[in-house]
């Protein structure tokens, strides 16, 4: 019966346009790849600065493979950690400008563990309803009390958190740039009302960092500072390795040593990660041509979709959504793009909400100029010519 039951949601996803499967993907260089026998452009990934083959990151991830070799065997508080975690976290701080930071695994269990410690059935969180799936998820592991404002509403953020005034603790959770739309989070206003109802404001800036704020994220870019906020990122987006953080004060990075679940049990990272991720920093610091270039392929692909037709806001990001509507139009332009030699898979709910299917384009400072003009001519072709024809 469980089999069947399986077997028939399986035909019901498919029937919807929702099905999805894993591709085998042999990365040739930060934009290029062979996906099912062929060559294509990558226009999805996260790796907007192209550390992740940068001479230097590579160099950093063998020495330490070779010195201290593949994996950490335990969880940092069981057998201790690698020297190379305090200088990355150390490193980490320096560029956030935080007395000091702590290390996940991944993104996603430093949300689900840093939201299940702070909070609990005594307190609230106000979450904006387009956050990540791993901010979703860490919320209601806390069992919390959990309202979700609409998107970017601040009204709406304060009705709910001015109501609220029963709770111990409240806890305001946004994301810096949001990973599907591209659009920035007001974080002055946001900051605002934190501070006007004595609330905790959260920033998950994983598409911030490395982006936005000469690269240090999206409070940077503002020019926000304050005690009552923590900030949250990660290592594997713009930074190219694998892993999240979270930045703040030292007494709550000690609180979240002895809280987060996610952290206490799990295994720490490899030492090359950890040596990458530090180099990957420093490259960000050192190096500032890099988001230069990316600056510069954001402005010029997102004016070539504009000339296109399409209605876009000048958001200085690298996601840009097109968003076509239905899983069927999804599906079928990223499958013509494919066939010429673009990579931008279609994204469907739930990812994103229904009726709001689209390709996500993602762009990064390695492109060149003749990759971003190939890949507008075939959208104006195959888009405009099924547009012509009705579909």
Do not use: W
Not at 7 to 24: A, P, W
Not at 54 to 79: D, P
Not at 111 to 134: P, W
Not at 266 to 273: H, Q, R
Request: with cysteine; net charge positive; charged share 25%.
């Amino acid at each position: 019966m469980f089999l069947k039951d399986i077997i028939q949601e399986l035909k019901d996803i498919k029937k919807n346009n929702l099905f999805r499967y894993l591709r085998e993907i042999i990365l040739l260089d930060p934009i290029h790849a062979i996906i099912e026998g062929k060559e294509v452009t990558l226009f999805c990934s996260n790796n907007y600065l192209g550390l992740t083959h940068h001479k230097e990151v590579i160099k950093a991830a063998k020495e330490a493979l070779e010195r201290y070799g593949v994996g950490a065997g335990a969880a940092r508080l069981i057998s201790g950690h690698n020297p190379l975690y305090t200088e990355l976290e150390t490193a980490l701080a320096k560029f956030k400008q935080t007395e000091k930071t702590l290390v996940f695994p991944t993104g996603y269990t430093t949300n689900i563990g840093t939201i299940s410690a702070l909070v609990s059935r005594r307190d609230a969180i106000f979450c904006d309803r387009l956050a990540h799936a791993s901010i979703i998820d860490g919320c209601l592991l806390s069992g919390a009390r959990f309202f979700r404002f609409k998107h970017n509403d601040l009204a709406h953020l304060e009705k709910l958190i001015k109501e609220a005034n029963t709770f111990r603790r409240r806890l305001i959770i946004t994301e810096g740039v949001f990973s599907m739309d591209g659009d920035i989070s007001p974080l002055p206003e946001i900051y605002e009302i934190a501070k006007k109802y004595d609330a905790i404001l959260l920033v998950d800036d994983a598409h911030g960092t490395g982006v936005l704020g000469e690269g240090r994220g999206s409070l940077f870019h503002f020019n926000i500072k304050g005690e009552r906020i923590i900030q949250m990122a990660t290592l594997s987006k713009a930074i190219g390795a694998l892993g999240g953080f979270v930045a703040g004060n030292k007494d709550l990075i000690d609180y979240l040593i002895n809280k987060a679940r996610s952290f206490i049990f799990t295994t720490a990272l490899p030492p090359s990660v950890i040596a990458a991720a530090k180099k990957a920093i420093e490259i960000i610091e050192k190096e500032p041509e890099h988001l230069k270039r990316l600056k510069e392929n954001i402005y010029f692909l997102r004016k070539g979709l504009h000339d296109l037709g399409f209605k876009l806001p000048s958001y200085p990001t690298p996601i840009i959504p097109l968003i076509l509507g239905n899983e069927e139009d999804a599906l079928d332009l990223s499958k013509k793009l494919f066939d010429a030699g673009f990579f931008i898979p279609a994204i469907r709910p739930p990812t994103v909400p229904k009726g709001s299917s689209r390709l996500r384009i993602t762009i990064s400072s390695v492109h060149k100029k003749e990759d971003i003009e190939s890949l507008l001519d075939a959208i104006e072709f195959f888009y405009h010519r099924d547009r012509h024809r009705g579909r």
